[in-house]
């Protein structure tokens, strides 16, 4: 997908900058980005997670407080490529040429940086999309943690059976856009439904639904969930349900590009939310030129 930014001069000017910043770290030349654009992108995406396209378009977002807080473009790369694979501190700073305490140093600042980003508006659920039953669509992610000890229920996560922090996320059903996010609580004292209703319920309008899966079934004024029988009413409200839902795990799944939600977190609680927070304003915006599938024409009306 090809954005009108792109012919911008100064996103020209940025792309460039950006394929020099980045050439050093995947043992390609600059020249071969004109010459093999297809394996330069291709190496590019598999380090930092992302399109260096959509990486200039966030760094356009972010540079003034990357610049502002005396950090450079390169430490910018270092923070993806951390939220990308989330490597130990000596396999990082060897692989950037620098001492673990300025590597560590600089992917905390980094991460507050991307905390700055305000990419995510619950406003935009209605975005191309004018019906209010339901407005979005909401479920859980659980991302495993070490255990703690001595051991702690609390943080226990039956789809894991292990450790884990919970957070919700809600998705747009007329645009390829998260319109909410909250977290990260413990497994164990906050299950799906306890936790909409503390976080996502409170901002629904008078007479506004959001969907979800069964796990959240029980407040049928709030929250429409599949219903039981098989009148062609209730088919069709099933259906759209089912369609809605693999549309939201897609769009999960744009976070699971970066694997740091996806592996053991190592750290404490407040900066896993750092790191969350930090991958869904990523992906925000790197869904606007990776969308997911339209599913307007697939819905029973």
């Not at 909410?180 to 909409?196: E, R, T």
């Amino acid at each position: 997908m090809t954005d009108s930014t792109d012919f911008n001069p100064v996103w020209q000017k940025q792309l460039l900058l950006m394929v020099g910043a980045a050439t050093g770290f995947l043992s390609l030349s600059q020249l071969s980005f004109n010459r093999n654009k297809k394996v330069w992108k291709s190496r590019f995406a598999a380090l930092f997670g992302l399109s260096v396209e959509s990486a200039v378009d966030i760094w356009l977002i972010v540079s003034h407080w990357v610049l502002g807080n005396g950090l450079e473009k390169r430490h910018y790369l270092w923070c993806l490529n951390f939220l990308k694979e989330y490597p130990t501190e000596r396999s990082a700073a060897s692989r950037f040429g620098t001492s673990e305490s300025n590597w560590r140093d600089k992917i905390k600042r980094m991460l507050l940086v991307f905390n700055r980003m305000n990419e995510i508006h619950f406003s935009d659920r209605f975005e191309n999309w004018q019906c209010k039953k339901p407005s979005c669509y909401v479920d859980g992610i659980d991302t495993l943690i070490e255990e703690v000890y001595p051991f702690f229920k609390g943080l226990y996560s039956h789809k894991f059976k292990h450790a884990a922090y919970r957070y919700q996320v809600a998705s747009a059903i007329g645009v390829s856009k998260f319109v909410h996010i909250s977290g990260s609580v413990p497994c164990g004292l906050y299950n799906d439904l306890k936790m909409v209703k503390k976080s996502l319920l409170p901002k629904l309008e008078i007479g506004e639904k959001v969907a979800a899966d069964e796990g959240y079934v029980g407040v049928p004024g709030k929250i429409m969930t599949r219903l039981p029988g098989n009148s062609p009413s209730i088919i069709k409200h099933n259906r759209n349900l089912s369609i809605m839902q693999s549309r939201h795990e897609g769009m999960n799944g744009k976070l699971k590009d970066f694997g740091i939600l996806f592996q053991m977190f190592r750290g404490r609680r407040e900066e896993h939310y750092l790191i969350f927070t930090a991958v869904a304003q990523i992906t925000q915006v790197k869904m606007r030129r990776e969308p997911v599938y339209d599913i307007m024409n697939r819905l029973y009306f």
